[in-house]
């Protein structure tokens, strides 16, 4: 038996709160939704856990974009849920800054409850743990570590270690992204490779969210684009890491 996906919805419109929580539990997900961020971090400091979080962006107060950027603060104990973002604001930029902010996913408002649940399961299923393989190919449940120019992913916890020891979380989405690159070192990646792996079938893509999550990877790992260790781009084509492994 499966546990039911547990759900925080924050919109401080009630009509949308109610109608969006009775579509999901239809599809068997357990949705605690609430009105603002303050409501939200009261729920975090109570120590409730949650799968993922749908983030209104206009918002009384703090708006989600704000949240959200609080929530990804480098030892925050919830920086790893991911979040989609629900917005009225549909655009191109609207939907790049969301990326920009720490989001891993964005719809725009009105959205059909279907594609809802068809994103939510997605990016889930993007962001679960894999078990690891060893050299002989067999499956390693434990946690593992690539070590590259004093920097250590743990693959398990889904965060960054630099040599001094200092935690960096990661998004589902720079972690995947950094994930790809250390399993491709000195490869180049495409952005229709990047985009296949980042975000499968079936997802809103564009070319313009890869190149933000490489910034936002870039300012991470403290990789200056101009005169990159790690992260090289190849215009017109796509990107190569060029850091050395451990």
Same mark, same amino acid.
């Given at each position: 038996?499966?546990?039911?996906?547990? %759900?925080?919805?924050?919109?401080?419109?009630?009509?949308?709160? @109610?109608?969006?929580? !009775?579509?999901? @539990?239809? &599809?068997?997900? $357990?949705?605690?939704?609430?009105?603002?961020?303050?409501?939200?971090?009261?729920?975090?400091?109570?120590?409730?856990l949650f /799968?993922?979080?749908?983030?209104?962006?206009?918002?009384?107060? @703090?708006d989600g #974009?704000? *949240?959200?950027?609080?929530?990804?603060?480098?030892?925050?104990?919830?920086?790893?849920?991911?979040?989609?973002? #629900?917005?009225?604001?549909?655009?191109? %930029?609207?939907?790049?800054?969301?990326?920009?902010?720490?989001? $891993?996913? &964005?719809?725009?408002?009105?959205?059909?409850?279907?594609?809802?649940?068809?994103?939510?399961?997605?990016? *889930?299923? !993007?962001?679960?743990?894999?078990?690891?393989?060893?050299?002989?190919?067999?499956?390693?449940?434990?946690?593992?570590?690539?070590?590259?120019?004093?920097?250590? #992913?743990?693959?398990?916890? !889904?965060?960054?270690?630099?040599? /001094?020891?200092?935690?960096?979380?990661?998004?589902?989405?720079?972690?995947?992204? *950094?994930?790809?690159?250390?399993?491709?070192?000195?490869?180049?990646?495409?952005? @229709?490779?990047?985009?296949?792996?980042?975000?499968?079938?079936?997802? $809103?893509? &564009?070319?313009?969210?890869? $190149? %933000?999550?490489?910034?936002?990877?870039?300012?991470? *790992?403290?990789?200056?684009?101009?005169?990159?260790?790690?992260? !090289?781009?190849?215009?017109?084509?796509? &990107?190569?890491?060029?850091?050395?492994?451990?």
């Amino acid at each position: 038996m499966h546990k039911n996906i547990r %759900v925080l919805l924050v919109d401080d419109d009630p009509a949308i709160r @109610e109608l969006t929580t !009775r579509s999901l @539990e239809c &599809y068997h997900m $357990d949705v605690v939704s609430v009105a603002s961020g303050e409501d939200m971090f009261a729920l975090f400091r109570k120590g409730e856990l949650f /799968d993922i979080i749908l983030l209104d962006i206009m918002l009384p107060g @703090e708006d989600g #974009l704000i *949240l959200c950027k609080r929530v990804r603060t480098p030892g925050y104990p919830n920086t790893h849920i991911p979040i989609i973002f #629900l917005s009225a604001l549909g655009d191109t %930029v609207d939907r790049v800054l969301g990326l920009e902010m720490g989001g $891993d996913d &964005y719809i725009a408002k009105p959205f059909q409850t279907r594609e809802l649940v068809a994103r939510i399961r997605a990016l *889930l299923r !993007r962001s679960r743990r894999t078990p690891c393989r060893d050299e002989s190919g067999h499956t390693d449940s434990r946690e593992h570590i690539i070590s590259f120019e004093g920097w250590h #992913l743990h693959t398990l916890e !889904r965060h960054l270690e630099d040599e /001094d020891g200092v935690i960096v979380p990661l998004s589902t989405m720079e972690f995947r992204l *950094l994930n790809l690159f250390l399993s491709h070192p000195n490869m180049v990646l495409t952005r @229709e490779r990047i985009l296949d792996h980042m975000c499968g079938q079936g997802q $809103d893509i &564009y070319d313009r969210s890869i $190149d %933000v999550q490489v910034s936002r990877l870039r300012g991470k *790992l403290r990789d200056e684009s101009r005169s990159p260790r790690l992260i !090289r781009t190849l215009r017109g084509t796509g &990107y190569m890491f060029i850091g050395k492994l451990a």
